[in-house]
Nanobody
Framework: QVQLIESGGGLVQTGGSLRLSCAAS????????MGWFRQAPGKEREFIAS???????FYADFVKGRFTISRDNAKNTGSLQMNALKFEDTAVYYC???????????????????WGQGTQVTVSS
């Protein structure tokens, strides 16, 4: 059983940056695909990025170079660096983990077996 805890959310102005972290415990983190998703009020959970154990990354089109996903298998942590934040990036951000994914890039929320509790990101205009 893997437990995930996100941190690093907060209030930031448009154009600012935040770095989200996802701390994993209860499993061998290096065996898991990690993904970041977000969910705004009234909307479905939305794929942002994923990273497989080898370090290969996948991104949603809307990221457009603004966000960078990374992982440190030795520290059992993953991160999402977010730059040039926009008002529409306001949402609750979640990290997820799964060992096997049959969807290329692991872009569907249904792919993930484990989720953190989420961290709020609010971008003021």
């Amino acid at each position: 059983q893997v437990q995930l805890i996100e941190s690093g959310g907060g209030l930031v102005q448009t154009g600012g940056s935040l770095r989200l972290s996802c701390a994993a415990s209860g499993g061998t983190f290096s065996h898991y695909i990690m993904g970041w998703f977000r969910q705004a009020p009234g909307k479905e959970r939305e794929f942002i990025a994923s990273i497989i154990p080898s370090g290969t990354t996948f991104y949603a089109d809307f990221v457009k170079g603004r966000f960078t996903i990374s992982r440190d298998n030795a520290k059992n942590t993953g991160s999402l660096q977010m730059n040039a934040l926009k008002f529409e990036d306001t949402a609750v951000y979640y990290c997820g983990a799964v060992q096997i994914c049959y969807d290329y890039g692991c872009r569907r929320s249904d792919d993930y077996a484990y989720w953190g509790q989420g961290t709020q990101v609010t971008v003021s205009s």
